[in-house]
Nanobody, 128 residues
Framework: QVHLVESGGGLVQAGGFLRLSCAASGRTFRSYIIGWFRQAPGKEREFVAAISRSGGSTYYADSVKGRFTISRDNAKNTVYLQMNSLKPEDTAVYYC?????????????????????WGQGTQVTVSS
């Protein structure tokens, strides 16, 4: 089991940047795929970015590709989401999530239903 805590959210002007962190407990952190999702008011939760266990593979939603970068430091049990060139439409609560990898089952990096553990979320607000 893993416990996730997000931080780094806040209010920023359009064009600005933020770096979100997802700190995890547990010695098995490196065995989990980590994803970032977001949910804006009145909208469904949507995929933002994900990273493989080693950090060698990353995945992004088309809406953030080229602006956001996901990375992980397994020695620190932390995943980061660097968000540049922020837009008002990026305003949402951002969640990190952990997906346990099961031998013989192909992981689904972009599906929220595939993730087993979730943090409490951090608010990101981008003003125009």
């Amino acid at each position: 089991q893993v416990h996730l805590v997000e931080s780094g959210g806040g209010l920023v002007q359009a064009g600005g940047f933020l770096r979100l962190s997802c700190a995890a407990s547990g010695r098995t952190f490196r065995s989990y795929i980590i994803g970032w999702f977001r949910q804006a008011p009145g909208k469904e939760r949507e995929f933002v970015a994900a990273i493989s266990r080693s950090g060698g593979s990353t995945y992004y939603a088309d809406s953030v590709k080229g602006r956001f970068t996901i990375s992980r430091d397994n020695a620190k049990n932390t995943v980061y989401l660097q968000m540049n060139s922020l837009k008002p439409e990026d305003t949402a609560v951002y969640y990190c999530a952990a997906q346990n990898v099961v031998v013989g089952i192909v992981p689904l990096f972009k599906s929220a239903r595939a993730y087993d553990y979730w943090g409490q979320g951090t608010q990101v607000t981008v003003s125009s």
